[in-house]
């Protein structure tokens, strides 16, 4: 797996409709995510930081580096017992 890369960061805002993530980028954070661009798409997770200073950002942001291996199988559905019945559906009570 590759070094970690940050960009950005956020603070979460309390508002009458309740609360969102306000999220900042400077010129470097922008070229970063420029430079992370897979098929015109770059992906990042907003994390929490441990350690929050009041006034600060709460949040920041790391560029997903994951990619998927060409090697791997896709999932195969588990196998049934041709005896057994399914288990019935819950009635619902509407």
């Given at each position: 797996?590759s070094?970690?890369?940050?960009?950005?960061?956020?603070?979460?805002?309390?508002?009458?409709?309740?609360?969102?993530?306000?999220?900042s980028?400077?010129?470097?954070?922008?070229?970063?995510?420029?430079?992370?661009l897979?098929?015109?798409?770059?992906?990042?997770?907003?994390?929490?930081?441990r350690e929050?200073?009041?006034g600060?950002?709460?949040?920041?942001?790391?560029?997903?580096?994951?990619?998927?291996?060409?090697?791997?199988?896709?999932?195969q559905?588990?196998?049934v017992?041709?005896?057994?019945?399914?288990?019935?559906?819950?009635?619902l009570?509407?």
């Amino acid at each position: 797996m590759s070094d970690k890369v940050f960009c950005g960061n956020g603070k979460e805002i309390p508002t009458q409709y309740g609360p969102l993530m306000k999220l900042s980028f400077s010129t470097s954070d922008l070229d970063k995510l420029t430079q992370h661009l897979d098929n015109g798409w770059v992906n990042a997770v907003v994390k929490e930081k441990r350690e929050k200073v009041e006034g600060k950002p709460t949040h920041y942001i790391e560029i997903d580096s994951w990619k998927p291996d060409g090697n791997s199988q896709p999932a195969q559905a588990p196998e049934v017992d041709g005896n057994s019945e399914p288990e019935p559906f819950e009635d619902l009570p509407f």
